[in-house]
């Protein structure tokens, strides 16, 4: 029997970042099994409710044979199958309505974007088991990539973490470091923009959005938050936290073994060499040209 090759992976430093597609393990069932309803019972009839749901669809194409294509939409829907169908045409209508966000959206198409400094995965997850992702706003120049390419690379980041069985489960938080936010950052971003990625992450992707982490904000990042307040659910408010340069904050919700030492924590992380990270991402290609495959149709209403 030829030996199974270990995942695909990068070394940062002491640390490594892979993508765990099919682990799960005792910690994280129990987790599914308390917060999402998650049992081998409760999980057979949803997935059997489910597909009947959408096998009455004749408009959305979606393969009916893949549990792990479903459980990304039951889980955070606590496996209450009208809702994970209901969230599953708002994520598919809302892929069909915003081409320019997910047409041909692979790492090849977004290789640019990857390569620069702005966003991150870190290599640990949380004392949560939560993902943790960095958007470095102020290394963004505007010069070079517009604010369509960040969203491209930030769903394309989200596409593969949400097929983490892991994540799935305990969800994301999110830092976005202000440091360098400028007025033509600001420029960039409009209420038109602002309503339509908040109803994405409000309403209709399959992920767990736990925490949003505001750092290093400078005053006039007042000005950006204004544009997206309106469009705020009360739910989605809650998990913003505003820490500044107050670490100690950020610490009270990550821990410092799981955090580099620029922001407040233990981890002695050298800059990830954008490259591999990208090669990474590019061994996941035919993960992403399958996803890709399914929704709405361009001619459907």
Same mark, same amino acid.
């Given at each position: 029997?030829?030996?199974?090759?270990?995942?695909?992976?990068?070394?940062?430093?002491?640390?490594?970042?892979?993508?765990? =597609?099919?682990?799960?393990?005792?910690?994280?069932?129990?987790?599914?099994?308390?917060?999402?309803?998650?049992?081998?019972?409760?999980?057979?009839?949803?997935?059997?409710?489910?597909?009947?749901?959408?096998?009455?669809? =004749?408009?959305?194409?979606?393969?009916?044979?893949?549990?792990?294509?479903?459980?990304?939409?039951?889980?955070?829907? *606590? +496996?209450?199958?009208?809702?994970? +169908?209901?969230?599953? *045409?708002?994520?598919?209508?809302?892929?069909?309505? @915003?081409?320019?966000?997910?047409?041909?959206?692979?790492?090849?198409?977004?290789? @640019?974007?990857?390569?620069?400094?702005?966003?991150?995965?870190?290599?640990?997850?949380?004392?949560?088991?939560?993902?943790? #992702?960095?958007?470095?706003? $102020?290394?963004?120049?505007? *010069?070079?990539?517009?604010?369509?390419?960040?969203?491209?690379?930030?769903?394309?980041?989200?596409?593969?973490?949400?097929?983490?069985?892991?994540?799935?489960?305990?969800?994301?938080?999110?830092?976005?470091?202000?440091? $360098?936010?400028?007025?033509?950052?600001?420029?960039?971003?409009?209420?038109?923009?602002?309503?339509?990625?908040?109803?994405?992450?409000?309403?209709?992707?399959?992920?767990?959005?736990?925490?949003?982490?505001?750092? /290093?904000?400078?005053?006039?990042?007042?000005?950006?938050?204004?544009?997206?307040?309106?469009?705020?659910?009360?739910? #989605?408010? =809650?998990?913003? +936290?505003?820490? $500044?340069? /107050? +670490?100690?904050?950020?610490?009270?919700?990550?821990?410092?073994? %799981?955090?580099?030492?620029?922001?407040?924590?233990?981890?002695?992380?050298?800059?990830?060499?954008?490259?591999?990270? %990208?090669?990474?991402?590019?061994?996941?290609? /035919?993960?992403?040209?399958?996803? @890709? *495959? %399914?929704?709405?149709?361009?001619?459907?209403?």
């Amino acid at each position: 029997m030829a030996e199974e090759l270990p995942p695909p992976c990068v070394q940062i430093g002491e640390y490594v970042l892979q993508f765990e =597609k099919e682990e799960m393990g005792a910690e994280f069932e129990e987790r599914a099994r308390k917060e999402l309803r998650e049992t081998p019972e409760v999980g057979n009839d949803a997935i059997a409710a489910l597909k009947d749901l959408l096998r009455d669809d =004749k408009e959305l194409l979606f393969p009916l044979d893949d549990e792990n294509m479903l459980r990304p939409f039951l889980r955070p829907c *606590k +496996y209450y199958p009208e809702s994970a +169908y209901e969230k599953m *045409k708002l994520f598919y209508k809302f892929r069909l309505k @915003n081409p320019k966000f997910y047409d041909e959206l692979l790492p090849n198409t977004i290789k @640019n974007t990857i390569l620069q400094d702005v966003l991150t995965i870190f290599p640990l997850r949380s004392q949560f088991g939560r993902r943790i #992702f960095l958007v470095h706003v $102020g290394k963004w120049d505007v *010069k070079k990539l517009s604010l369509t390419d960040i969203v491209r690379c930030v769903f394309l980041f989200v596409d593969i973490a949400i097929t983490e069985h892991r994540t799935q489960i305990s969800g994301v938080d999110v830092i976005f470091d202000l440091e $360098g936010l400028s007025i033509q950052h600001i420029y960039q971003i409009g209420p038109s923009f602002a309503s339509n990625i908040l109803h994405w992450a409000q309403d209709c992707v399959p992920l767990r959005i736990k925490g949003l982490h505001i750092v /290093n904000q400078p005053y006039i990042f007042n000005m950006l938050f204004a544009i997206f307040k309106p469009f705020l659910s009360v739910k #989605f408010r =809650k998990r913003i +936290y505003f820490h $500044g340069r /107050n +670490y100690e904050s950020l610490l009270r919700h990550i821990g410092a073994k %799981y955090l580099p030492k620029e922001y407040g924590g233990t981890m002695d992380l050298p800059q990830v060499n954008r490259m591999e990270f %990208y090669q990474l991402l590019c061994m996941y290609k /035919n993960d992403f040209e399958e996803g @890709n *495959k %399914y929704g709405y149709e361009k001619t459907t209403k």
